[in-house]
């Protein structure tokens, strides 16, 4: 049995209203995904939940990790730094700034414990020579400037930068299933091939990947196994990276026209948002 | 040195007279405690309708459960800086009579009972003059005496003229012009349970000297709730040119009274670095004044505080401009936690005569409960013109999605509350240019912060 990403029957909620409506994907490690939809489908709310932000509250269905041996093991059950240290990685669309802690001492935390599932707080760091020496590699593949990790985490950081100081966490944390939420936004169109580049050489065959954009650039070196379509909180459907292009190129009327539920479902959420300005 | 002061006075006439007896002062310090004396019995304790001692709860303080104490048998605490600096590698460095080529003095009293007074001999040599204040104002009356207890005012209030007529356990430095002490001095004031400590710090700095001075309180024992009450000063002379860094570190257990006058006066083109640091007390009541006397003189103030239990801390600064193109630049910083409550009042003062001046003062505070409170009051008085001056205060909590997005890089809800708190400080870290007392501060602080919610 291959190791896998199972989400069944997912609904998922924002101060009791409903976002997700019954999800239902499954990603092979080792495979890459991508999910597009409008704004509003619940595309950002999907990687949110499957990471454990407490605003997301899930009512129905499940996530789980299905290891080797086949084993489940239940996502809902952990802690999001339990999930981080189970091999779950989300690249956020929007990454927090923390002011005076800079990125190369949060990583060093973070790579540690993912590293060492177990490690209690106060126990040791990894070894700052063994540390600094495959961060100063890895910045290095990608193209970064060794100043960067003295930065402080997202604090005055471009759009851009975030973005890529997104890449060099998923670098360093090699997780054996990433969600990367519109890492491409930001990005000029160098930079999108940069990271689509940076992706697929630190994927390969060992991660699972969920790409959630609006383009077609960055699944250039990423081909999707499959692409999904997201609206009004479900995937409605699902295709090759076929479908990737002629989204990015159409855009969603065929979809709506197709599943008119869902576009109802979606003008409803839409119209709650619009009601509470304040909402997520 | 014997002592026959007994355990159970107060801070009367005759404890005054077993004082002078024990450690007789030249007439001139014996006739200042004198006057101090006399000005305490015209005082009362101050009460919440003065403006610096607003919200400053002083009810269970009683002022004749205190006296001046006997020397404990308990064996002083090391402190929390004193570790900080590891027994140097020898690699050549001159070892003094300390057998710790990183300090170049170290002083410490318990109880104001002093236990060690010693200083590298190389500086003694250079005119350096330490010891305790016994020692030096008898010995150099004529170098210390325009300075010793001249500076803060002794009749400012209650607990100033109880500091001028009972310090005791002081601790005296003068540097001569042009001379240079590198590595820092260390001084120690500790108390036991229900101990008192009344010590006085005097740092005098000619024209063109540097040097380091650490001080911090520590409690004797590690219950973390001993009692005990701290009536201290602390003077400072930075002459013309002449740079130095001071830091306080109040380190007392959580039943620990603490009252401090604290001022200094920095001549043309001096330099100092102050840096504050508060974690311990029952009830702090902070005055740290800063005076710029001549042109281009420069001060920086850093205040790192952190707050637990029913801790009350109150800080008033003073950045008073008496002199034209000097430079003042105030950063405090705390961190509130359980029921906690810090209060900054802090005022810039510009004279006519302070054309040119560049003052600066804020403070950031961070709650980490719904129960903590802090007051931030920054003030301007301003006579002069042609000047810039400018003050902030801020007052946030832990975001929440701060805690999410590191928990989502595997870091512990803990863990993350402890770096992002890290963080708050380390604006203020960073201006501290003495690596060892960052890393003492951020342990100590990291070792209190408990997950927020």
Not at chain 1, 251 to 270: L, N
Not at chain 2, 212 to 222: I, M
Not at chain 2, 298 to 304: C, D, I, L, P, R
Request: with cysteine; charged share 25%.
């Amino acid at each position: 049995m291959s190791e896998r990403l199972e989400i069944k029957n997912l609904h998922v909620a924002v101060e009791g209203r409903e976002i997700l409506k019954g999800v239902n994907l499954t990603i092979g490690r080792g495979e890459v995904h991508a999910l597009m939809g409008p704004n509003g489908s619940g595309k950002s709310t999907l990687g949110y939940a499957i990471m454990g932000h407490p605003t997301y509250e899930v009512t129905a269905g499940s996530i789980k990790l299905i290891d080797e041996e086949g084993t489940a093991h239940d996502v809902l059950d952990m802690e999001p730094d339990g999930r981080a240290r189970a091999g779950v990685f989300l690249a956020f669309q929007r990454p927090m700034a923390i002011p005076g802690v800079r990125l190369a001492d949060f990583l060093r935390h973070s790579v540690t414990n993912v590293r060492n599932p177990d490690r209690k707080e106060g126990q040791e760091l990894m070894p700052m020579r063994e540390f600094r020496g495959e961060l100063k590699d890895k910045m290095k593949e990608l193209s970064m400037d060794s100043d960067f990790a003295r930065r402080y985490v997202n604090d005055g950081f471009s759009g851009g930068e975030m973005k890529r100081a997104e890449i060099l966490q998923l670098a360093m944390l090699r997780p054996r299933f990433a969600i990367l939420d519109e890492t491409d936004s930001g990005l000029d169109a160098d930079a999108v091939r940069l990271a689509s580049e940076s992706i697929a050489r630190i994927g390969g065959a060992e991660m699972g990947i969920l790409i959630i954009t609006h383009h077609e650039q960055l699944l250039e070196h990423n081909i999707p196994l499959q692409t999904h379509v997201m609206l009004g909180g479900r995937i409605v459907e699902s295709g090759g990276p076929e479908l990737a292009a002629e989204l990015h190129k159409q855009g969603y009327e065929r979809i709506r026209k197709a599943y008119p539920e869902a576009a109802a479902a979606e003008e409803e959420m839409e119209a709650e948002r619009r009601l509470e300005p304040a909402a997520n | 040195m014997t002592t026959t002061t007994a355990p159970s006075s107060t801070f009367d006439r005759n404890a005054l007279e077993l004082l002078l007896h024990d450690h007789p002062l030249p007439d001139w310090a014996a006739q200042q405690r004198q006057a101090c004396m006399d000005r305490l019995e015209t005082l009362a304790l101050p009460d919440r309708r003065q403006e610096h001692w607003m919200r400053t709860d002083l009810r269970m303080f009683k002022p004749h459960a205190w006296g001046l104490r006997a020397a404990p048998t308990a064996a002083p605490p090391e402190g929390m800086l004193a570790p900080a600096f590891p027994q140097a590698a020898a690699d050549g460095d001159s070892v003094g009579v300390l057998g710790r080529p990183d300090y170049a003095g170290r002083f410490a009293a318990v109880n104001g009972h002093v236990i060690r007074n010693e200083i590298d001999p190389a500086f003694s040599k250079q005119g350096v003059i330490f010891g305790t204040a016994a020692e030096v104002l008898a010995t150099h009356g004529d170098v210390v005496r325009d300075h010793w207890l001249q500076i803060i005012d002794t009749e400012n209030d209650y607990f100033a003229a109880l500091h001028g007529a009972f310090h005791r356990g002081s601790m005296v430095l003068y540097v001569p012009a042009g001379v240079k002490i590198a590595n820092p001095i260390h001084c120690l004031a500790a108390i036991d349970d229900g101990g008192v400590d009344t010590s006085h710090v005097l740092v005098v700095l000619g024209d063109g000297a540097e040097a380091t001075v650490l001080t911090e309180t520590a409690s004797c024992g590690a219950t973390g709730t001993a009692t005990g009450f701290h009536c201290g000063g602390t003077e400072i002379v930075v002459g013309k040119g002449a740079f130095l860094r001071m830091v306080n570190v109040q380190n007392w257990d959580r039943g620990v009274w603490h009252v401090a006058r604290q001022k200094a006066v920095v001549h043309s083109r001096g330099r100092l670095q102050w840096t504050l640091a508060a974690l311990g007390s029952r009830l702090s009541q902070v005055a740290q004044d800063v005076a710029l006397v001549g042109e281009h003189a420069e001060g920086q103030v850093n205040g790192v505080m952190f707050t637990e239990g029913r801790q009350q801390l109150v800080y008033n600064t003073l950045q008073h401009h008496e002199a034209a193109s000097c430079r003042s630049d105030l950063l405090y910083k705390g961190a509130l936690q359980d029921r906690s409550r810090l209060v900054w009042r802090g005022m810039i003062k510009v004279d006519k005569a302070a054309q040119k001046t560049d003052g600066y003062q804020r403070n950031d505070n961070l709650m980490l409960s719904d129960a903590a409170r802090a007051d931030s009051i920054p003030g301007l008085e301003i006579e002069a013109d042609d000047v810039r001056c400018t003050h902030g205060a801020t007052s946030g909590r832990v975001d929440e999605e701060q805690i999410f997005y590191a928990q989502a890089r595997g870091l512990s809800a803990d863990e993350a509350a402890r770096l992002v708190v890290a963080g708050f400080f380390q604006q203020v870290f960073d201006r501290i240019t003495i690596a060892s007392v960052r890393e003492a501060l951020a342990a100590a602080i990291g070792s209190r912060i408990r997950r927020v919610s």
